[in-house]
């Protein structure tokens, strides 16, 4: 007589692993090595698009003096021992360059009927010619060329914008503010960016219609 064949169900049981009784815990996740980074760069991000909508306002400074500064800084700074000749020097030079800020924007100029142009100085009567005019070239008596509340609303802001710039320099404060690096490090994290929200809206409230030297009409 055949035997039915068997049907067996095998059973695996898993082999015992040590300290059964206790769970492991899972090692702390180490931090994000990018999140920091992510976070510094979106910032930086947006620094920049914010330095850039305010670059247009180096526009507004008369051409040549902020390259003058840069270029006559880094011999006056010498190898960085900010003596007391660095730091007087420093100082002069920051007076010029602001006091060209401030004056330039004082100037007009027109087109004469020989086809040269004519620079003056803008007074409550009128355009001060610097030079003598030949005859058959008449200086106009616009109203526009007559001393305006304007012109001084532009020559303190370009005077701001230029300090501003100036400030940001490491080599500036470090000479003329030595004990306060940090406190200057602070301040000019956010005095560059307020003078420009400021000398914006200044501007547009005082557009610029001269063409004067080095000053280019808004």
Known sequence: MEQPDEIGVRVYTP??????????TPPPLPPDPTGGSR????MANGFQKTLSKTSM????LPSGTLLTFEMVLPSVYGKGEC???????????????????????????????DGKTYY????????KVFKSVPQGVEVPKDERYKLGFSDLVHAMMSSMV???????????TNCL???HGKEMDEVMQSFPLMV???CSGLFLVFPNTRFGIGCLSA
Do not use: E, K, Y
């Open 83 to 113: 003596t007391g000749v660095t730091t007087l020097m420093i100082n002069v030079l920051l007076l010029i360059c602001t006091m060209s800020c401030f004056f330039f924007h004082f100037t007009d100029s027109f087109r004469g009927v």
């Open 162 to 172: 230029f300090l501003a710039i100036a400030f940001s320099d490491h080599r500036v």
């Open 15 to 24: 082999s015992p692993q040590l300290n059964s009784g206790r769970v492991p």
């Open 120 to 127: 003056g100085f803008a007074t409550p009567w009128g355009l």
């Open 196 to 198: 420009g929200i400021v």
């Open 57 to 60: 306002l180096i526009n507004f």
């Open 39 to 42: 976070r510094r760069r979106a």
């Open 177 to 179: 503010f030595p004990t």
